[in-house]
């Protein structure tokens, strides 16, 4: 396995009845934030996605998995065999990473 798409399910926010599921996925972000912030091996693709490459360091997916199981955040993942192939050619997820720091 060259890597995995993790994917997390964000609480639905209520205004009349707020989920406390939602500060459980802040305390979810902020520690995988900090965590992974300087790991090349992982790639933030959207708020709650993030790609893995576990041929550089597998204990990337599992602090992913603790954290979500610790703040109780539902997740899948998606296992891929071979390296991503990103089209368009030249397209380099890690420039969207780029812009947060």
Request: hydrophobic share 50%; aromatic share 10%; no cysteine.
């Amino acid at each position: 396995m060259h890597s995995v798409l993790f994917v997390a399910s964000i609480p639905v926010v209520d205004v009349m009845n707020p989920h406390p599921g939602r500060a459980l996925w802040g305390r979810f972000t902020t520690d995988v934030d900090a965590k992974t912030a300087t790991d090349l091996s992982v790639l933030r693709l959207a708020e709650n996605v993030w790609l893995v490459d576990t041929t550089k360091a597998l204990s990337s997916l599992a602090w992913l998995i603790s954290f979500a199981e610790v703040q109780t955040v539902s997740y899948g993942l998606v296992p891929f065999e071979h390296a991503p192939v990103w089209l368009p050619d030249g397209f380099d997820p890690k420039t969207i990473q780029a812009q947060k720091v």
